[in-house]
């Protein structure tokens, strides 16, 4: 009896060492999965995202929607050019350009709207620039309301600053 009491001591004992081993090994995964946990994180969260062209898309496209309804021209819209942009339902702060032109199919202006700092200059430059806005520029065509139904040409150009917001 006392040489089995005495084997089990020492199993004992060498089973206490075995879970030791393991155990360091699970705390190095622990720390291991951890870090690779906080550098995921943190590689995410430092990320910059310049989302001013998907801005630049919807403000466009609010703009289209508003001159455009059915593919004929609104012209209550167009009635009042000082409340154009309240007529169409938009918000905008001094971050956004907006230049709205209707063309009849003789090209002479009929509409020019334009909202903001001129950012067309910056917008349509090839060369290599730090601070280049958030652009673009669509041309899309609508029918005239009137009997003749004639087509007329809109152009849209939407600009977007946002500097300090998406360049850091």
């Given at each position: 009896m006392n040489k089995s009491t005495n084997n089990f001591k020492r199993n004992k004992k060498s089973q206490l060492g075995s879970e030791l081993i393991l155990w360091i090994f699970r705390f190095?995964?622990?720390i291991m999965v951890s870090m690779g946990i906080v550098m995921i994180v943190g590689a995410l969260y430092t990320q910059s995202l310049d989302i001013r062209k998907i801005e630049a898309l919807a403000l466009e496209r609010?703009?289209?929607?508003?001159?455009?309804?059915?593919?004929f021209l609104?012209?209550?819209v167009l009635n009042d050019k000082d409340k154009f942009l309240e007529n169409c339902n938009i918000v905008l702060n001094d971050e956004f350009y907006a230049n709205v032109t209707v063309y009849d199919s003789s090209?002479?202006?009929?509409f020019n709207?334009?909202?903001g700092e001129n950012l067309e200059p910056l917008c349509k430059t090839t060369s290599k620039i730090k601070y280049k806005p958030g652009c673009l520029e669509t041309s899309l065509s609508v029918a005239n309301n009137s009997i003749?139904?004639?087509?007329?040409?809109?152009?849209?150009?939407?600009g977007i600053k946002k500097f300090d917001k998406n360049l850091k």
């Open positions: 190095i995964f622990l609010k703009l289209a929607d508003c001159i455009s309804t059915n593919g609104n012209q209550a090209n002479k202006v009929i709207f334009k909202y003749n139904r004639e087509q007329l040409t809109t152009n849209i150009l939407v």
